[in-house]
T-cell receptor
Framework: GQSLEQPSEVTAVEGAIVQINCTYQ??????LSWYQQHDGGAPTFLSY????GLEETGRFSSFLSRSDSYGYLLLQELQMKDSASYFC??????????FGTGTRLLVSP | NAGVTQTPKFQVLKTGQSMTLQCAQD?????MYWYRQDPGMGLRLIYY???????DKGEVPNGYNVSRLNKREFSLRLESAAPSQTSVYFC??????????????FGDGTRLSIL
């Protein structure tokens, strides 16, 4: 079977740093992606890791350890607009994505 | 550019009715996808099309059919709607069917309720 585990909810205050973890067990692995989805909106792509290590894109960073089947998304200098759901997704081949159930991030003033 | 356009945005059906959800992209992408998202859940792949003229099943294809009409358009059909198909349906596209990394671009979704 395919499974991706994420915490269901994380809370933080503006300006803080938060880490959202993702562990996966899939048949086939061609990279781990992260998507953001605001309530009622469409998912939008944030970050991708194909190889082990850290990828940085502005305030967002993502990390992958293939040997541990583990990755995380790090959000720095949190802003109110970062309140959203965050999904990790594994590319199992031919760009077929298997998504986690999502982590709801609540940022308070 | 509009990106990925889905129609309709909302629809209510009765059990047993049929319906086609439309999706079009103007980014000249090769690959297109249909997902469903149930409350509090991630997206689950229904069908995908790696290129014009080809389609393949995803995780949850039962009860659905698809047509890749041309490079731009990929439709999803419910032949006999069931309450279990109440969901938000997202269409997505990506530039290629292979390669290290191709981010998917999503439409705004179709909110479908089946009574």
């Amino acid at each position: 079977g395919q499974s991706l585990e994420q915490p269901s909810e994380v809370t933080a205050v503006e300006g803080a740093i938060v880490q959202i973890n993702c562990t996966y067990q899939t048949s086939g692995f061609y990279g781990l992606s992260w998507y953001q989805q605001h309530d009622g909106g469409a998912p939008t792509f944030l970050s991708y890791n194909g190889l082990d290590g850290l990828e940085e894109t502005g305030r967002f960073s993502s990390f992958l350890s293939r040997s541990d089947s583990y990755g995380y998304l790090l959000l720095q200098e949190l802003q109110m607009k970062d309140s959203a759901s965050y999904f990790c997704a594994v590319n199992t081949g031919f760009q077929k994505l298997v998504f986690g159930t999502g982590t709801r991030l609540l940022v308070s003033p | 550019n509009a990106g990925v356009t889905q129609t309709p945005k909302f629809q209510v059906l009765k059990t047993g009715q049929s319906m086609t959800l439309q999706c079009a992209q103007d980014m000249n992408h090769n690959s297109m996808y249909w997902y469903r998202q149930d409350p509090g859940m991630g997206l689950r792949l229904i069908y995908y099309s790696a290129s014009e003229g080809t389609t393949d099943k995803g995780e949850v294809p039962n009860g659905y059919n698809v047509s890749r009409l041309n490079k731009r358009e990929f439709s999803l059909r419910l032949e006999s709607a069931a309450p279990s198909q109440t969901s938000v349906y997202f269409c997505a596209s990506s530039p290629k069917d292979r390669g290290l990394h191709q981010p998917q671009h999503f439409g705004d979704g179709t909110r479908l309720s089946i009574l």
